[in-house]
Structures are given as structure tokens and as C-alpha cells.
């Protein structure tokens, strides 16, 4: 069983920045397609950044120019997020896939304060 696990969120004034990381027990982000979801409360979980298994990467317009979604190497990503604003607020999850299968971190709080 892959476990993911992430880290890096906290408590930060808008406009400041965070690095979130994910690190998978086994080399699943190197072809693999990875991603970040955000979750707050009430609302639905929304896909933030993504890499395909071609390395096409994608972002949500709300964070585009912000974001940079990485992974450096097969056991590795990242999530650096710049110029937060308090709507960035919300549980952030990683992803990995594998022969089919979604693997899902325990999520990391980031809270945005104005």
C-alpha cells in the first residue's frame, strides 16, 4: 500500500508564502500523473495543480501565476504557493496514481489570514 504523506502547511498573513511536500513510501510520481486538491468545508473539493503523465502541467485560474506544481523526482512534490490570499485557505491534499489506483495524502491545513 503507497502512503503519501504531506507537509509545510501552517498559518501565514496574506501575500506571504508556502512550500507544501508530499512524499510517497514507493516511486510513484515519475511518470505517473500527480496533483494537489484543496478542500474547505462546504464546499467541493477543488483540483489545484496538476502534472500528467506527460508532464503537461495545469492550474486552476484561481491559482495560476501563484502556484508551481513540482516533483523533482520519483518519491518527491511539491506545491509552492506565493502571494497567498485568504480564500487559499483550505486542506490541501496530494495525489499519486498507480496501475490504476488514487493514492491520497492526509491532507495539510493552510490558513490564510487577511
Known amino acids: 500500500q503507497v502512503q503519501l504523506v504531506e507537509s509545510g502547511g501552517g498559518l501565514v498573513q496574506a501575500g506571504g508564502s508556502l512550500r507544501l511536500s508530499c512524499t510517497a513510501s514507493e516511486m510513484i510520481f515519475r511518470i505517473n500523473s500527480v496533483a494537489w486538491y484543496r478542500h474547505v468545508p462546504g464546499k467541493e473539493r477543488e483540483l489545484v495543480a496538476s502534472i500528467g503523465g506527460g508532464g503537461g502541467v495545469s492550474y486552476a485560474d484561481s491559482v495560476k501565476g501563484r502556484f508551481t506544481i513540482s516533483r523533482p523526482n520519483a518519491t518527491i512534490m511539491f506545491l509552492q504557493m506565493n502571494s497567498l490570499k485568504p480564500e487559499d485557505t483550505g486542506v490541501y491534499y496530494c495525489?499519486?496514481?498507480?496501475?490504476?489506483?488514487?493514492?491520497w495524502g492526509q491532507g495539510t491545513q493552510v490558513t490564510v489570514s487577511s
Open positions: 495525489v499519486g496514481h498507480r496501475y490504476g489506483v488514487d493514492y
